[in-house]
């Protein structure tokens, strides 16, 4: 029998979209979109009796599982495009309907006579079976309208109004959202023309408002489960009340985000030097959130409405042109960007678990930004027996613990009580980088180009969870520079690690160990082209490249990748590794034709 766990995933995904135009007249028209996708993906899991998860005394164990995504898009739009002389204006109108509904079953089993049927048979199983299915259905309607005047292209407006309403919100289904911005092109006015510096001047304004309604389909309602109770003396099926999806929140609303804009562009010596500038202020209120609530009630957490954030920043890019010449031709692409968040409106600490052992280990807390990691402060290793002796909680313990102390890691006491508990936990980092920053430049001789493009973050922390099994307990694999930093009588000043311990009596806190600098530079892709013009008859060109994705990475970070961040779109729990699969080093050849 071969010792294979079998998981084998197959996929079926359909994308179509279409549309329709009526052109009235030469100035008004109607389109409609359609949309629809369609994803199916199954899975087949058996995993037999030489395998760790199927060895006696499971005997083998089976699990089939499939789901069903399908999505469904209309947009309604009536443009109105016409120009007056000096005037223009261009106007929408329309209503969008988005609706997604998703499906999905799991069966499972274990204690198979024999392996041979696999997953193929799970009803073979003697052991226990488990059946579970579920379904869901989320809805998204606007109606928006906007409209845009432009006078002498010198100066810009434009407004828009949106109504949405989301089958994920219950009392408060619909809410109004708006925008607004003028742009005044200041290179046009005789002033400045006077001038003969710039090729391009532009002031732009902008001020509005975006609704988001990023909660589970269910959040305002109760959800029931099956439960089984005691009644009358017999265990009866019944349902009850899912206490960890959270309470019904009816309440909840839209969350709002204002945000306000002041740009410039700039370009000057014949469009070989430019710059945007963006200053911004963005303030989101109403956060839509999971609040934690006393156990008393029945639930540890209720989707909520509660809080705000504050985002303000500064964001510069610029293309330059250094060199041109007739044959070469040397451009520059960069931008650097500077946000900084803020919390607000909380009437208590809130925090986000992110695995066992890490409880609590993301603070949400007023004035300090979303991101800020809070956990123990590490203070060296106890390295004899009289600096174990010196801390006040070991003073009067006995001989044998305090020898067992030796080599231990010393966590920094924050108040008067000598015992190390919560109320010693600080602020241990924030995965918020300082400043983004990316460049990309090109060289273009003759038919050949050369391109390369920079990315990185300066200042950025990065939970590394990974590093959470090495407690040097028992006999676990661990990363080599664990073990030779390792705490010893002889290696104690270059000591990264505790002492190894057998006793299986260590219980590492979560600190600052696992806070690591996140900063890098990568090259994210460099790539080097040929074009060929006319090769053959009826071809018109044939285009040859090369390219590398991901050639390399300069960083502090010393795991596998400092770009990571394993919760996804989950901003309270940003910045974290928790065994996250690098990013691959690509190389590519392409050949393109034009005929």
Known sequence: TVQTEKNVLSTINVFTSGFAEVKFTDFLTFRQNLGYGYSFNERSQYYNRYTGAGQSPTNGYAVKSDGTYESLTEESTLSFDKKFNRHAINAVAGVTYEKVTWKGKSMNAKNFPIDDTEDNDIDAAVGDKNISSYRGKSQLMSYLFRVNYNLMDKYLMTFSIRRDGSSRLALNRWNNFYSGAIAWRLSDEPIIKSLNFFDNLKLRLSAGQTGNQGVSAYATRSKFVASNYSFDGKFTSGMAEDRWGGPAAPDLKWETTSQYDVGL?????????????????????????????????????????????????????????????????????????????????????????????????????????????????????????????????????????????????????????????????????????????????????KEWTFSFFLQGTQGNDILNVNLLPFDLVGSTNMPKSVWDTRWTPENRNIARWPRPDNTYTRSMKASDRYVKDGSYLRCKNISLSYNWKRPIIHVESLILTASVSNLFTITKYDWYDPDVNSFGSDASRRGVDLSSYPSARTFNLGLQLSF
């Open 265 to 445: 562009d700039v370009s000057f010596f014949n469009s070989r030097v430019n710059f945007v500038f963006d200053v911004y202020y963005k303030k989101t209120t109403d956060l839509l959130q999971y609040k934690l609530i006393p156990m008393s009630s029945g639930f540890n957490q209720i989707a909520t409405n509660y809080g705000n954030v504050t985002n303000k920043g500064l964001e510069l890019s610029g293309n330059f042109m250094p060199v041109k010449g007739r044959n070469f031709v040397w451009t520059i692409d960069a931008n650097i960007s500077f946000n900084r968040n803020e919390i607000s409106g909380l009437n208590a600490d809130q925090f986000s678990d992110v695995v066992w052992g890490m409880e609590s280990m993301f603070l949400r807390r007023n004035g300090y930004p979303i991101g800020t990691l809070y956990g123990y402060v590490e203070d060296g290793f106890y390295d004899n027996e009289a600096e174990v002796r010196a801390d006040p909680y070991y003073a009067t313990e006995s001989a044998s613990k305090v020898k067992s102390m030796v080599g231990q890691i010393k966590y920094k006491n924050m108040d008067d009580d000598p015992v190390i508990d919560d109320r010693d936990k600080a602020i241990i980092g924030d995965t918020n980088p300082d400043f983004f920053y990316g460049m990309t430049n090109t060289f273009a001789y």
